[in-house]
C-alpha cells in the first residue's frame, strides 16, 4: 500500500500562489493518471488536476488556466502549482492515482482569504 503526504498548503490572500507536493513512499512510474483532488467544507471531493506518464494533463474547468500540475518520477512526487487563487479554492487538497485506489493521505488545507 503507497503511503501519500501531501504538503504546501496554507493562509494566503486572494490573488497568491501557492505549491503543493505529495510525495508518495514508493514508485508512482507505473502509474499512468496521477491526481490532485479537492474538498471544500461540507463538499464532496472531486479531482481538480491529473496527469499522465507521459505529461498530458488535464484540469477542471474551475482551475483551468490557473493550475498546473507535474509530476517528477524519480522523486516519486506530484506538484500542483496554483495561482491567482481565489475563496472557492478553499479546501483540504489531497493527491492520489485516478481513479484514486490507495488510502488517502492526510492532505493539506489551503484556505484563500478574500
Known amino acids: 500500500q503507497v503511503q501519500l503526504v501531501e504538503s504546501g498548503g496554507g493562509l494566503v490572500q486572494a490573488g497568491g500562489s501557492l505549491r503543493l507536493s505529495c510525495a508518495a513512499s514508493d514508485s508512482i512510474f507505473s502509474i499512468n493518471r496521477m491526481g490532485w483532488y479537492r474538498q471544500p467544507p461540507g463538499k464532496q471531493r472531486d479531482l481538480v488536476a491529473a496527469i499522465t506518464s507521459g505529461g498530458f494533463t488535464n484540469y477542471a474547468d474551475s482551475v483551468k488556466g490557473r493550475f498546473t500540475i507535474s509530476r517528477d518520477n524519480a522523486k516519486n512526487t506530484v506538484y500542483l502549482q496554483m495561482n491567482s487563487l481565489k475563496p472557492e479554492d478553499t479546501a483540504v487538497y489531497y493527491c492520489?492515482?485516478?481513479?484514486?485506489?490507495?488510502?488517502w493521505g492526510q492532505g493539506t488545507q489551503v484556505t484563500v482569504s478574500s
Open positions: 492520489n492515482a485516478v481513479p484514486f485506489y490507495w488510502n
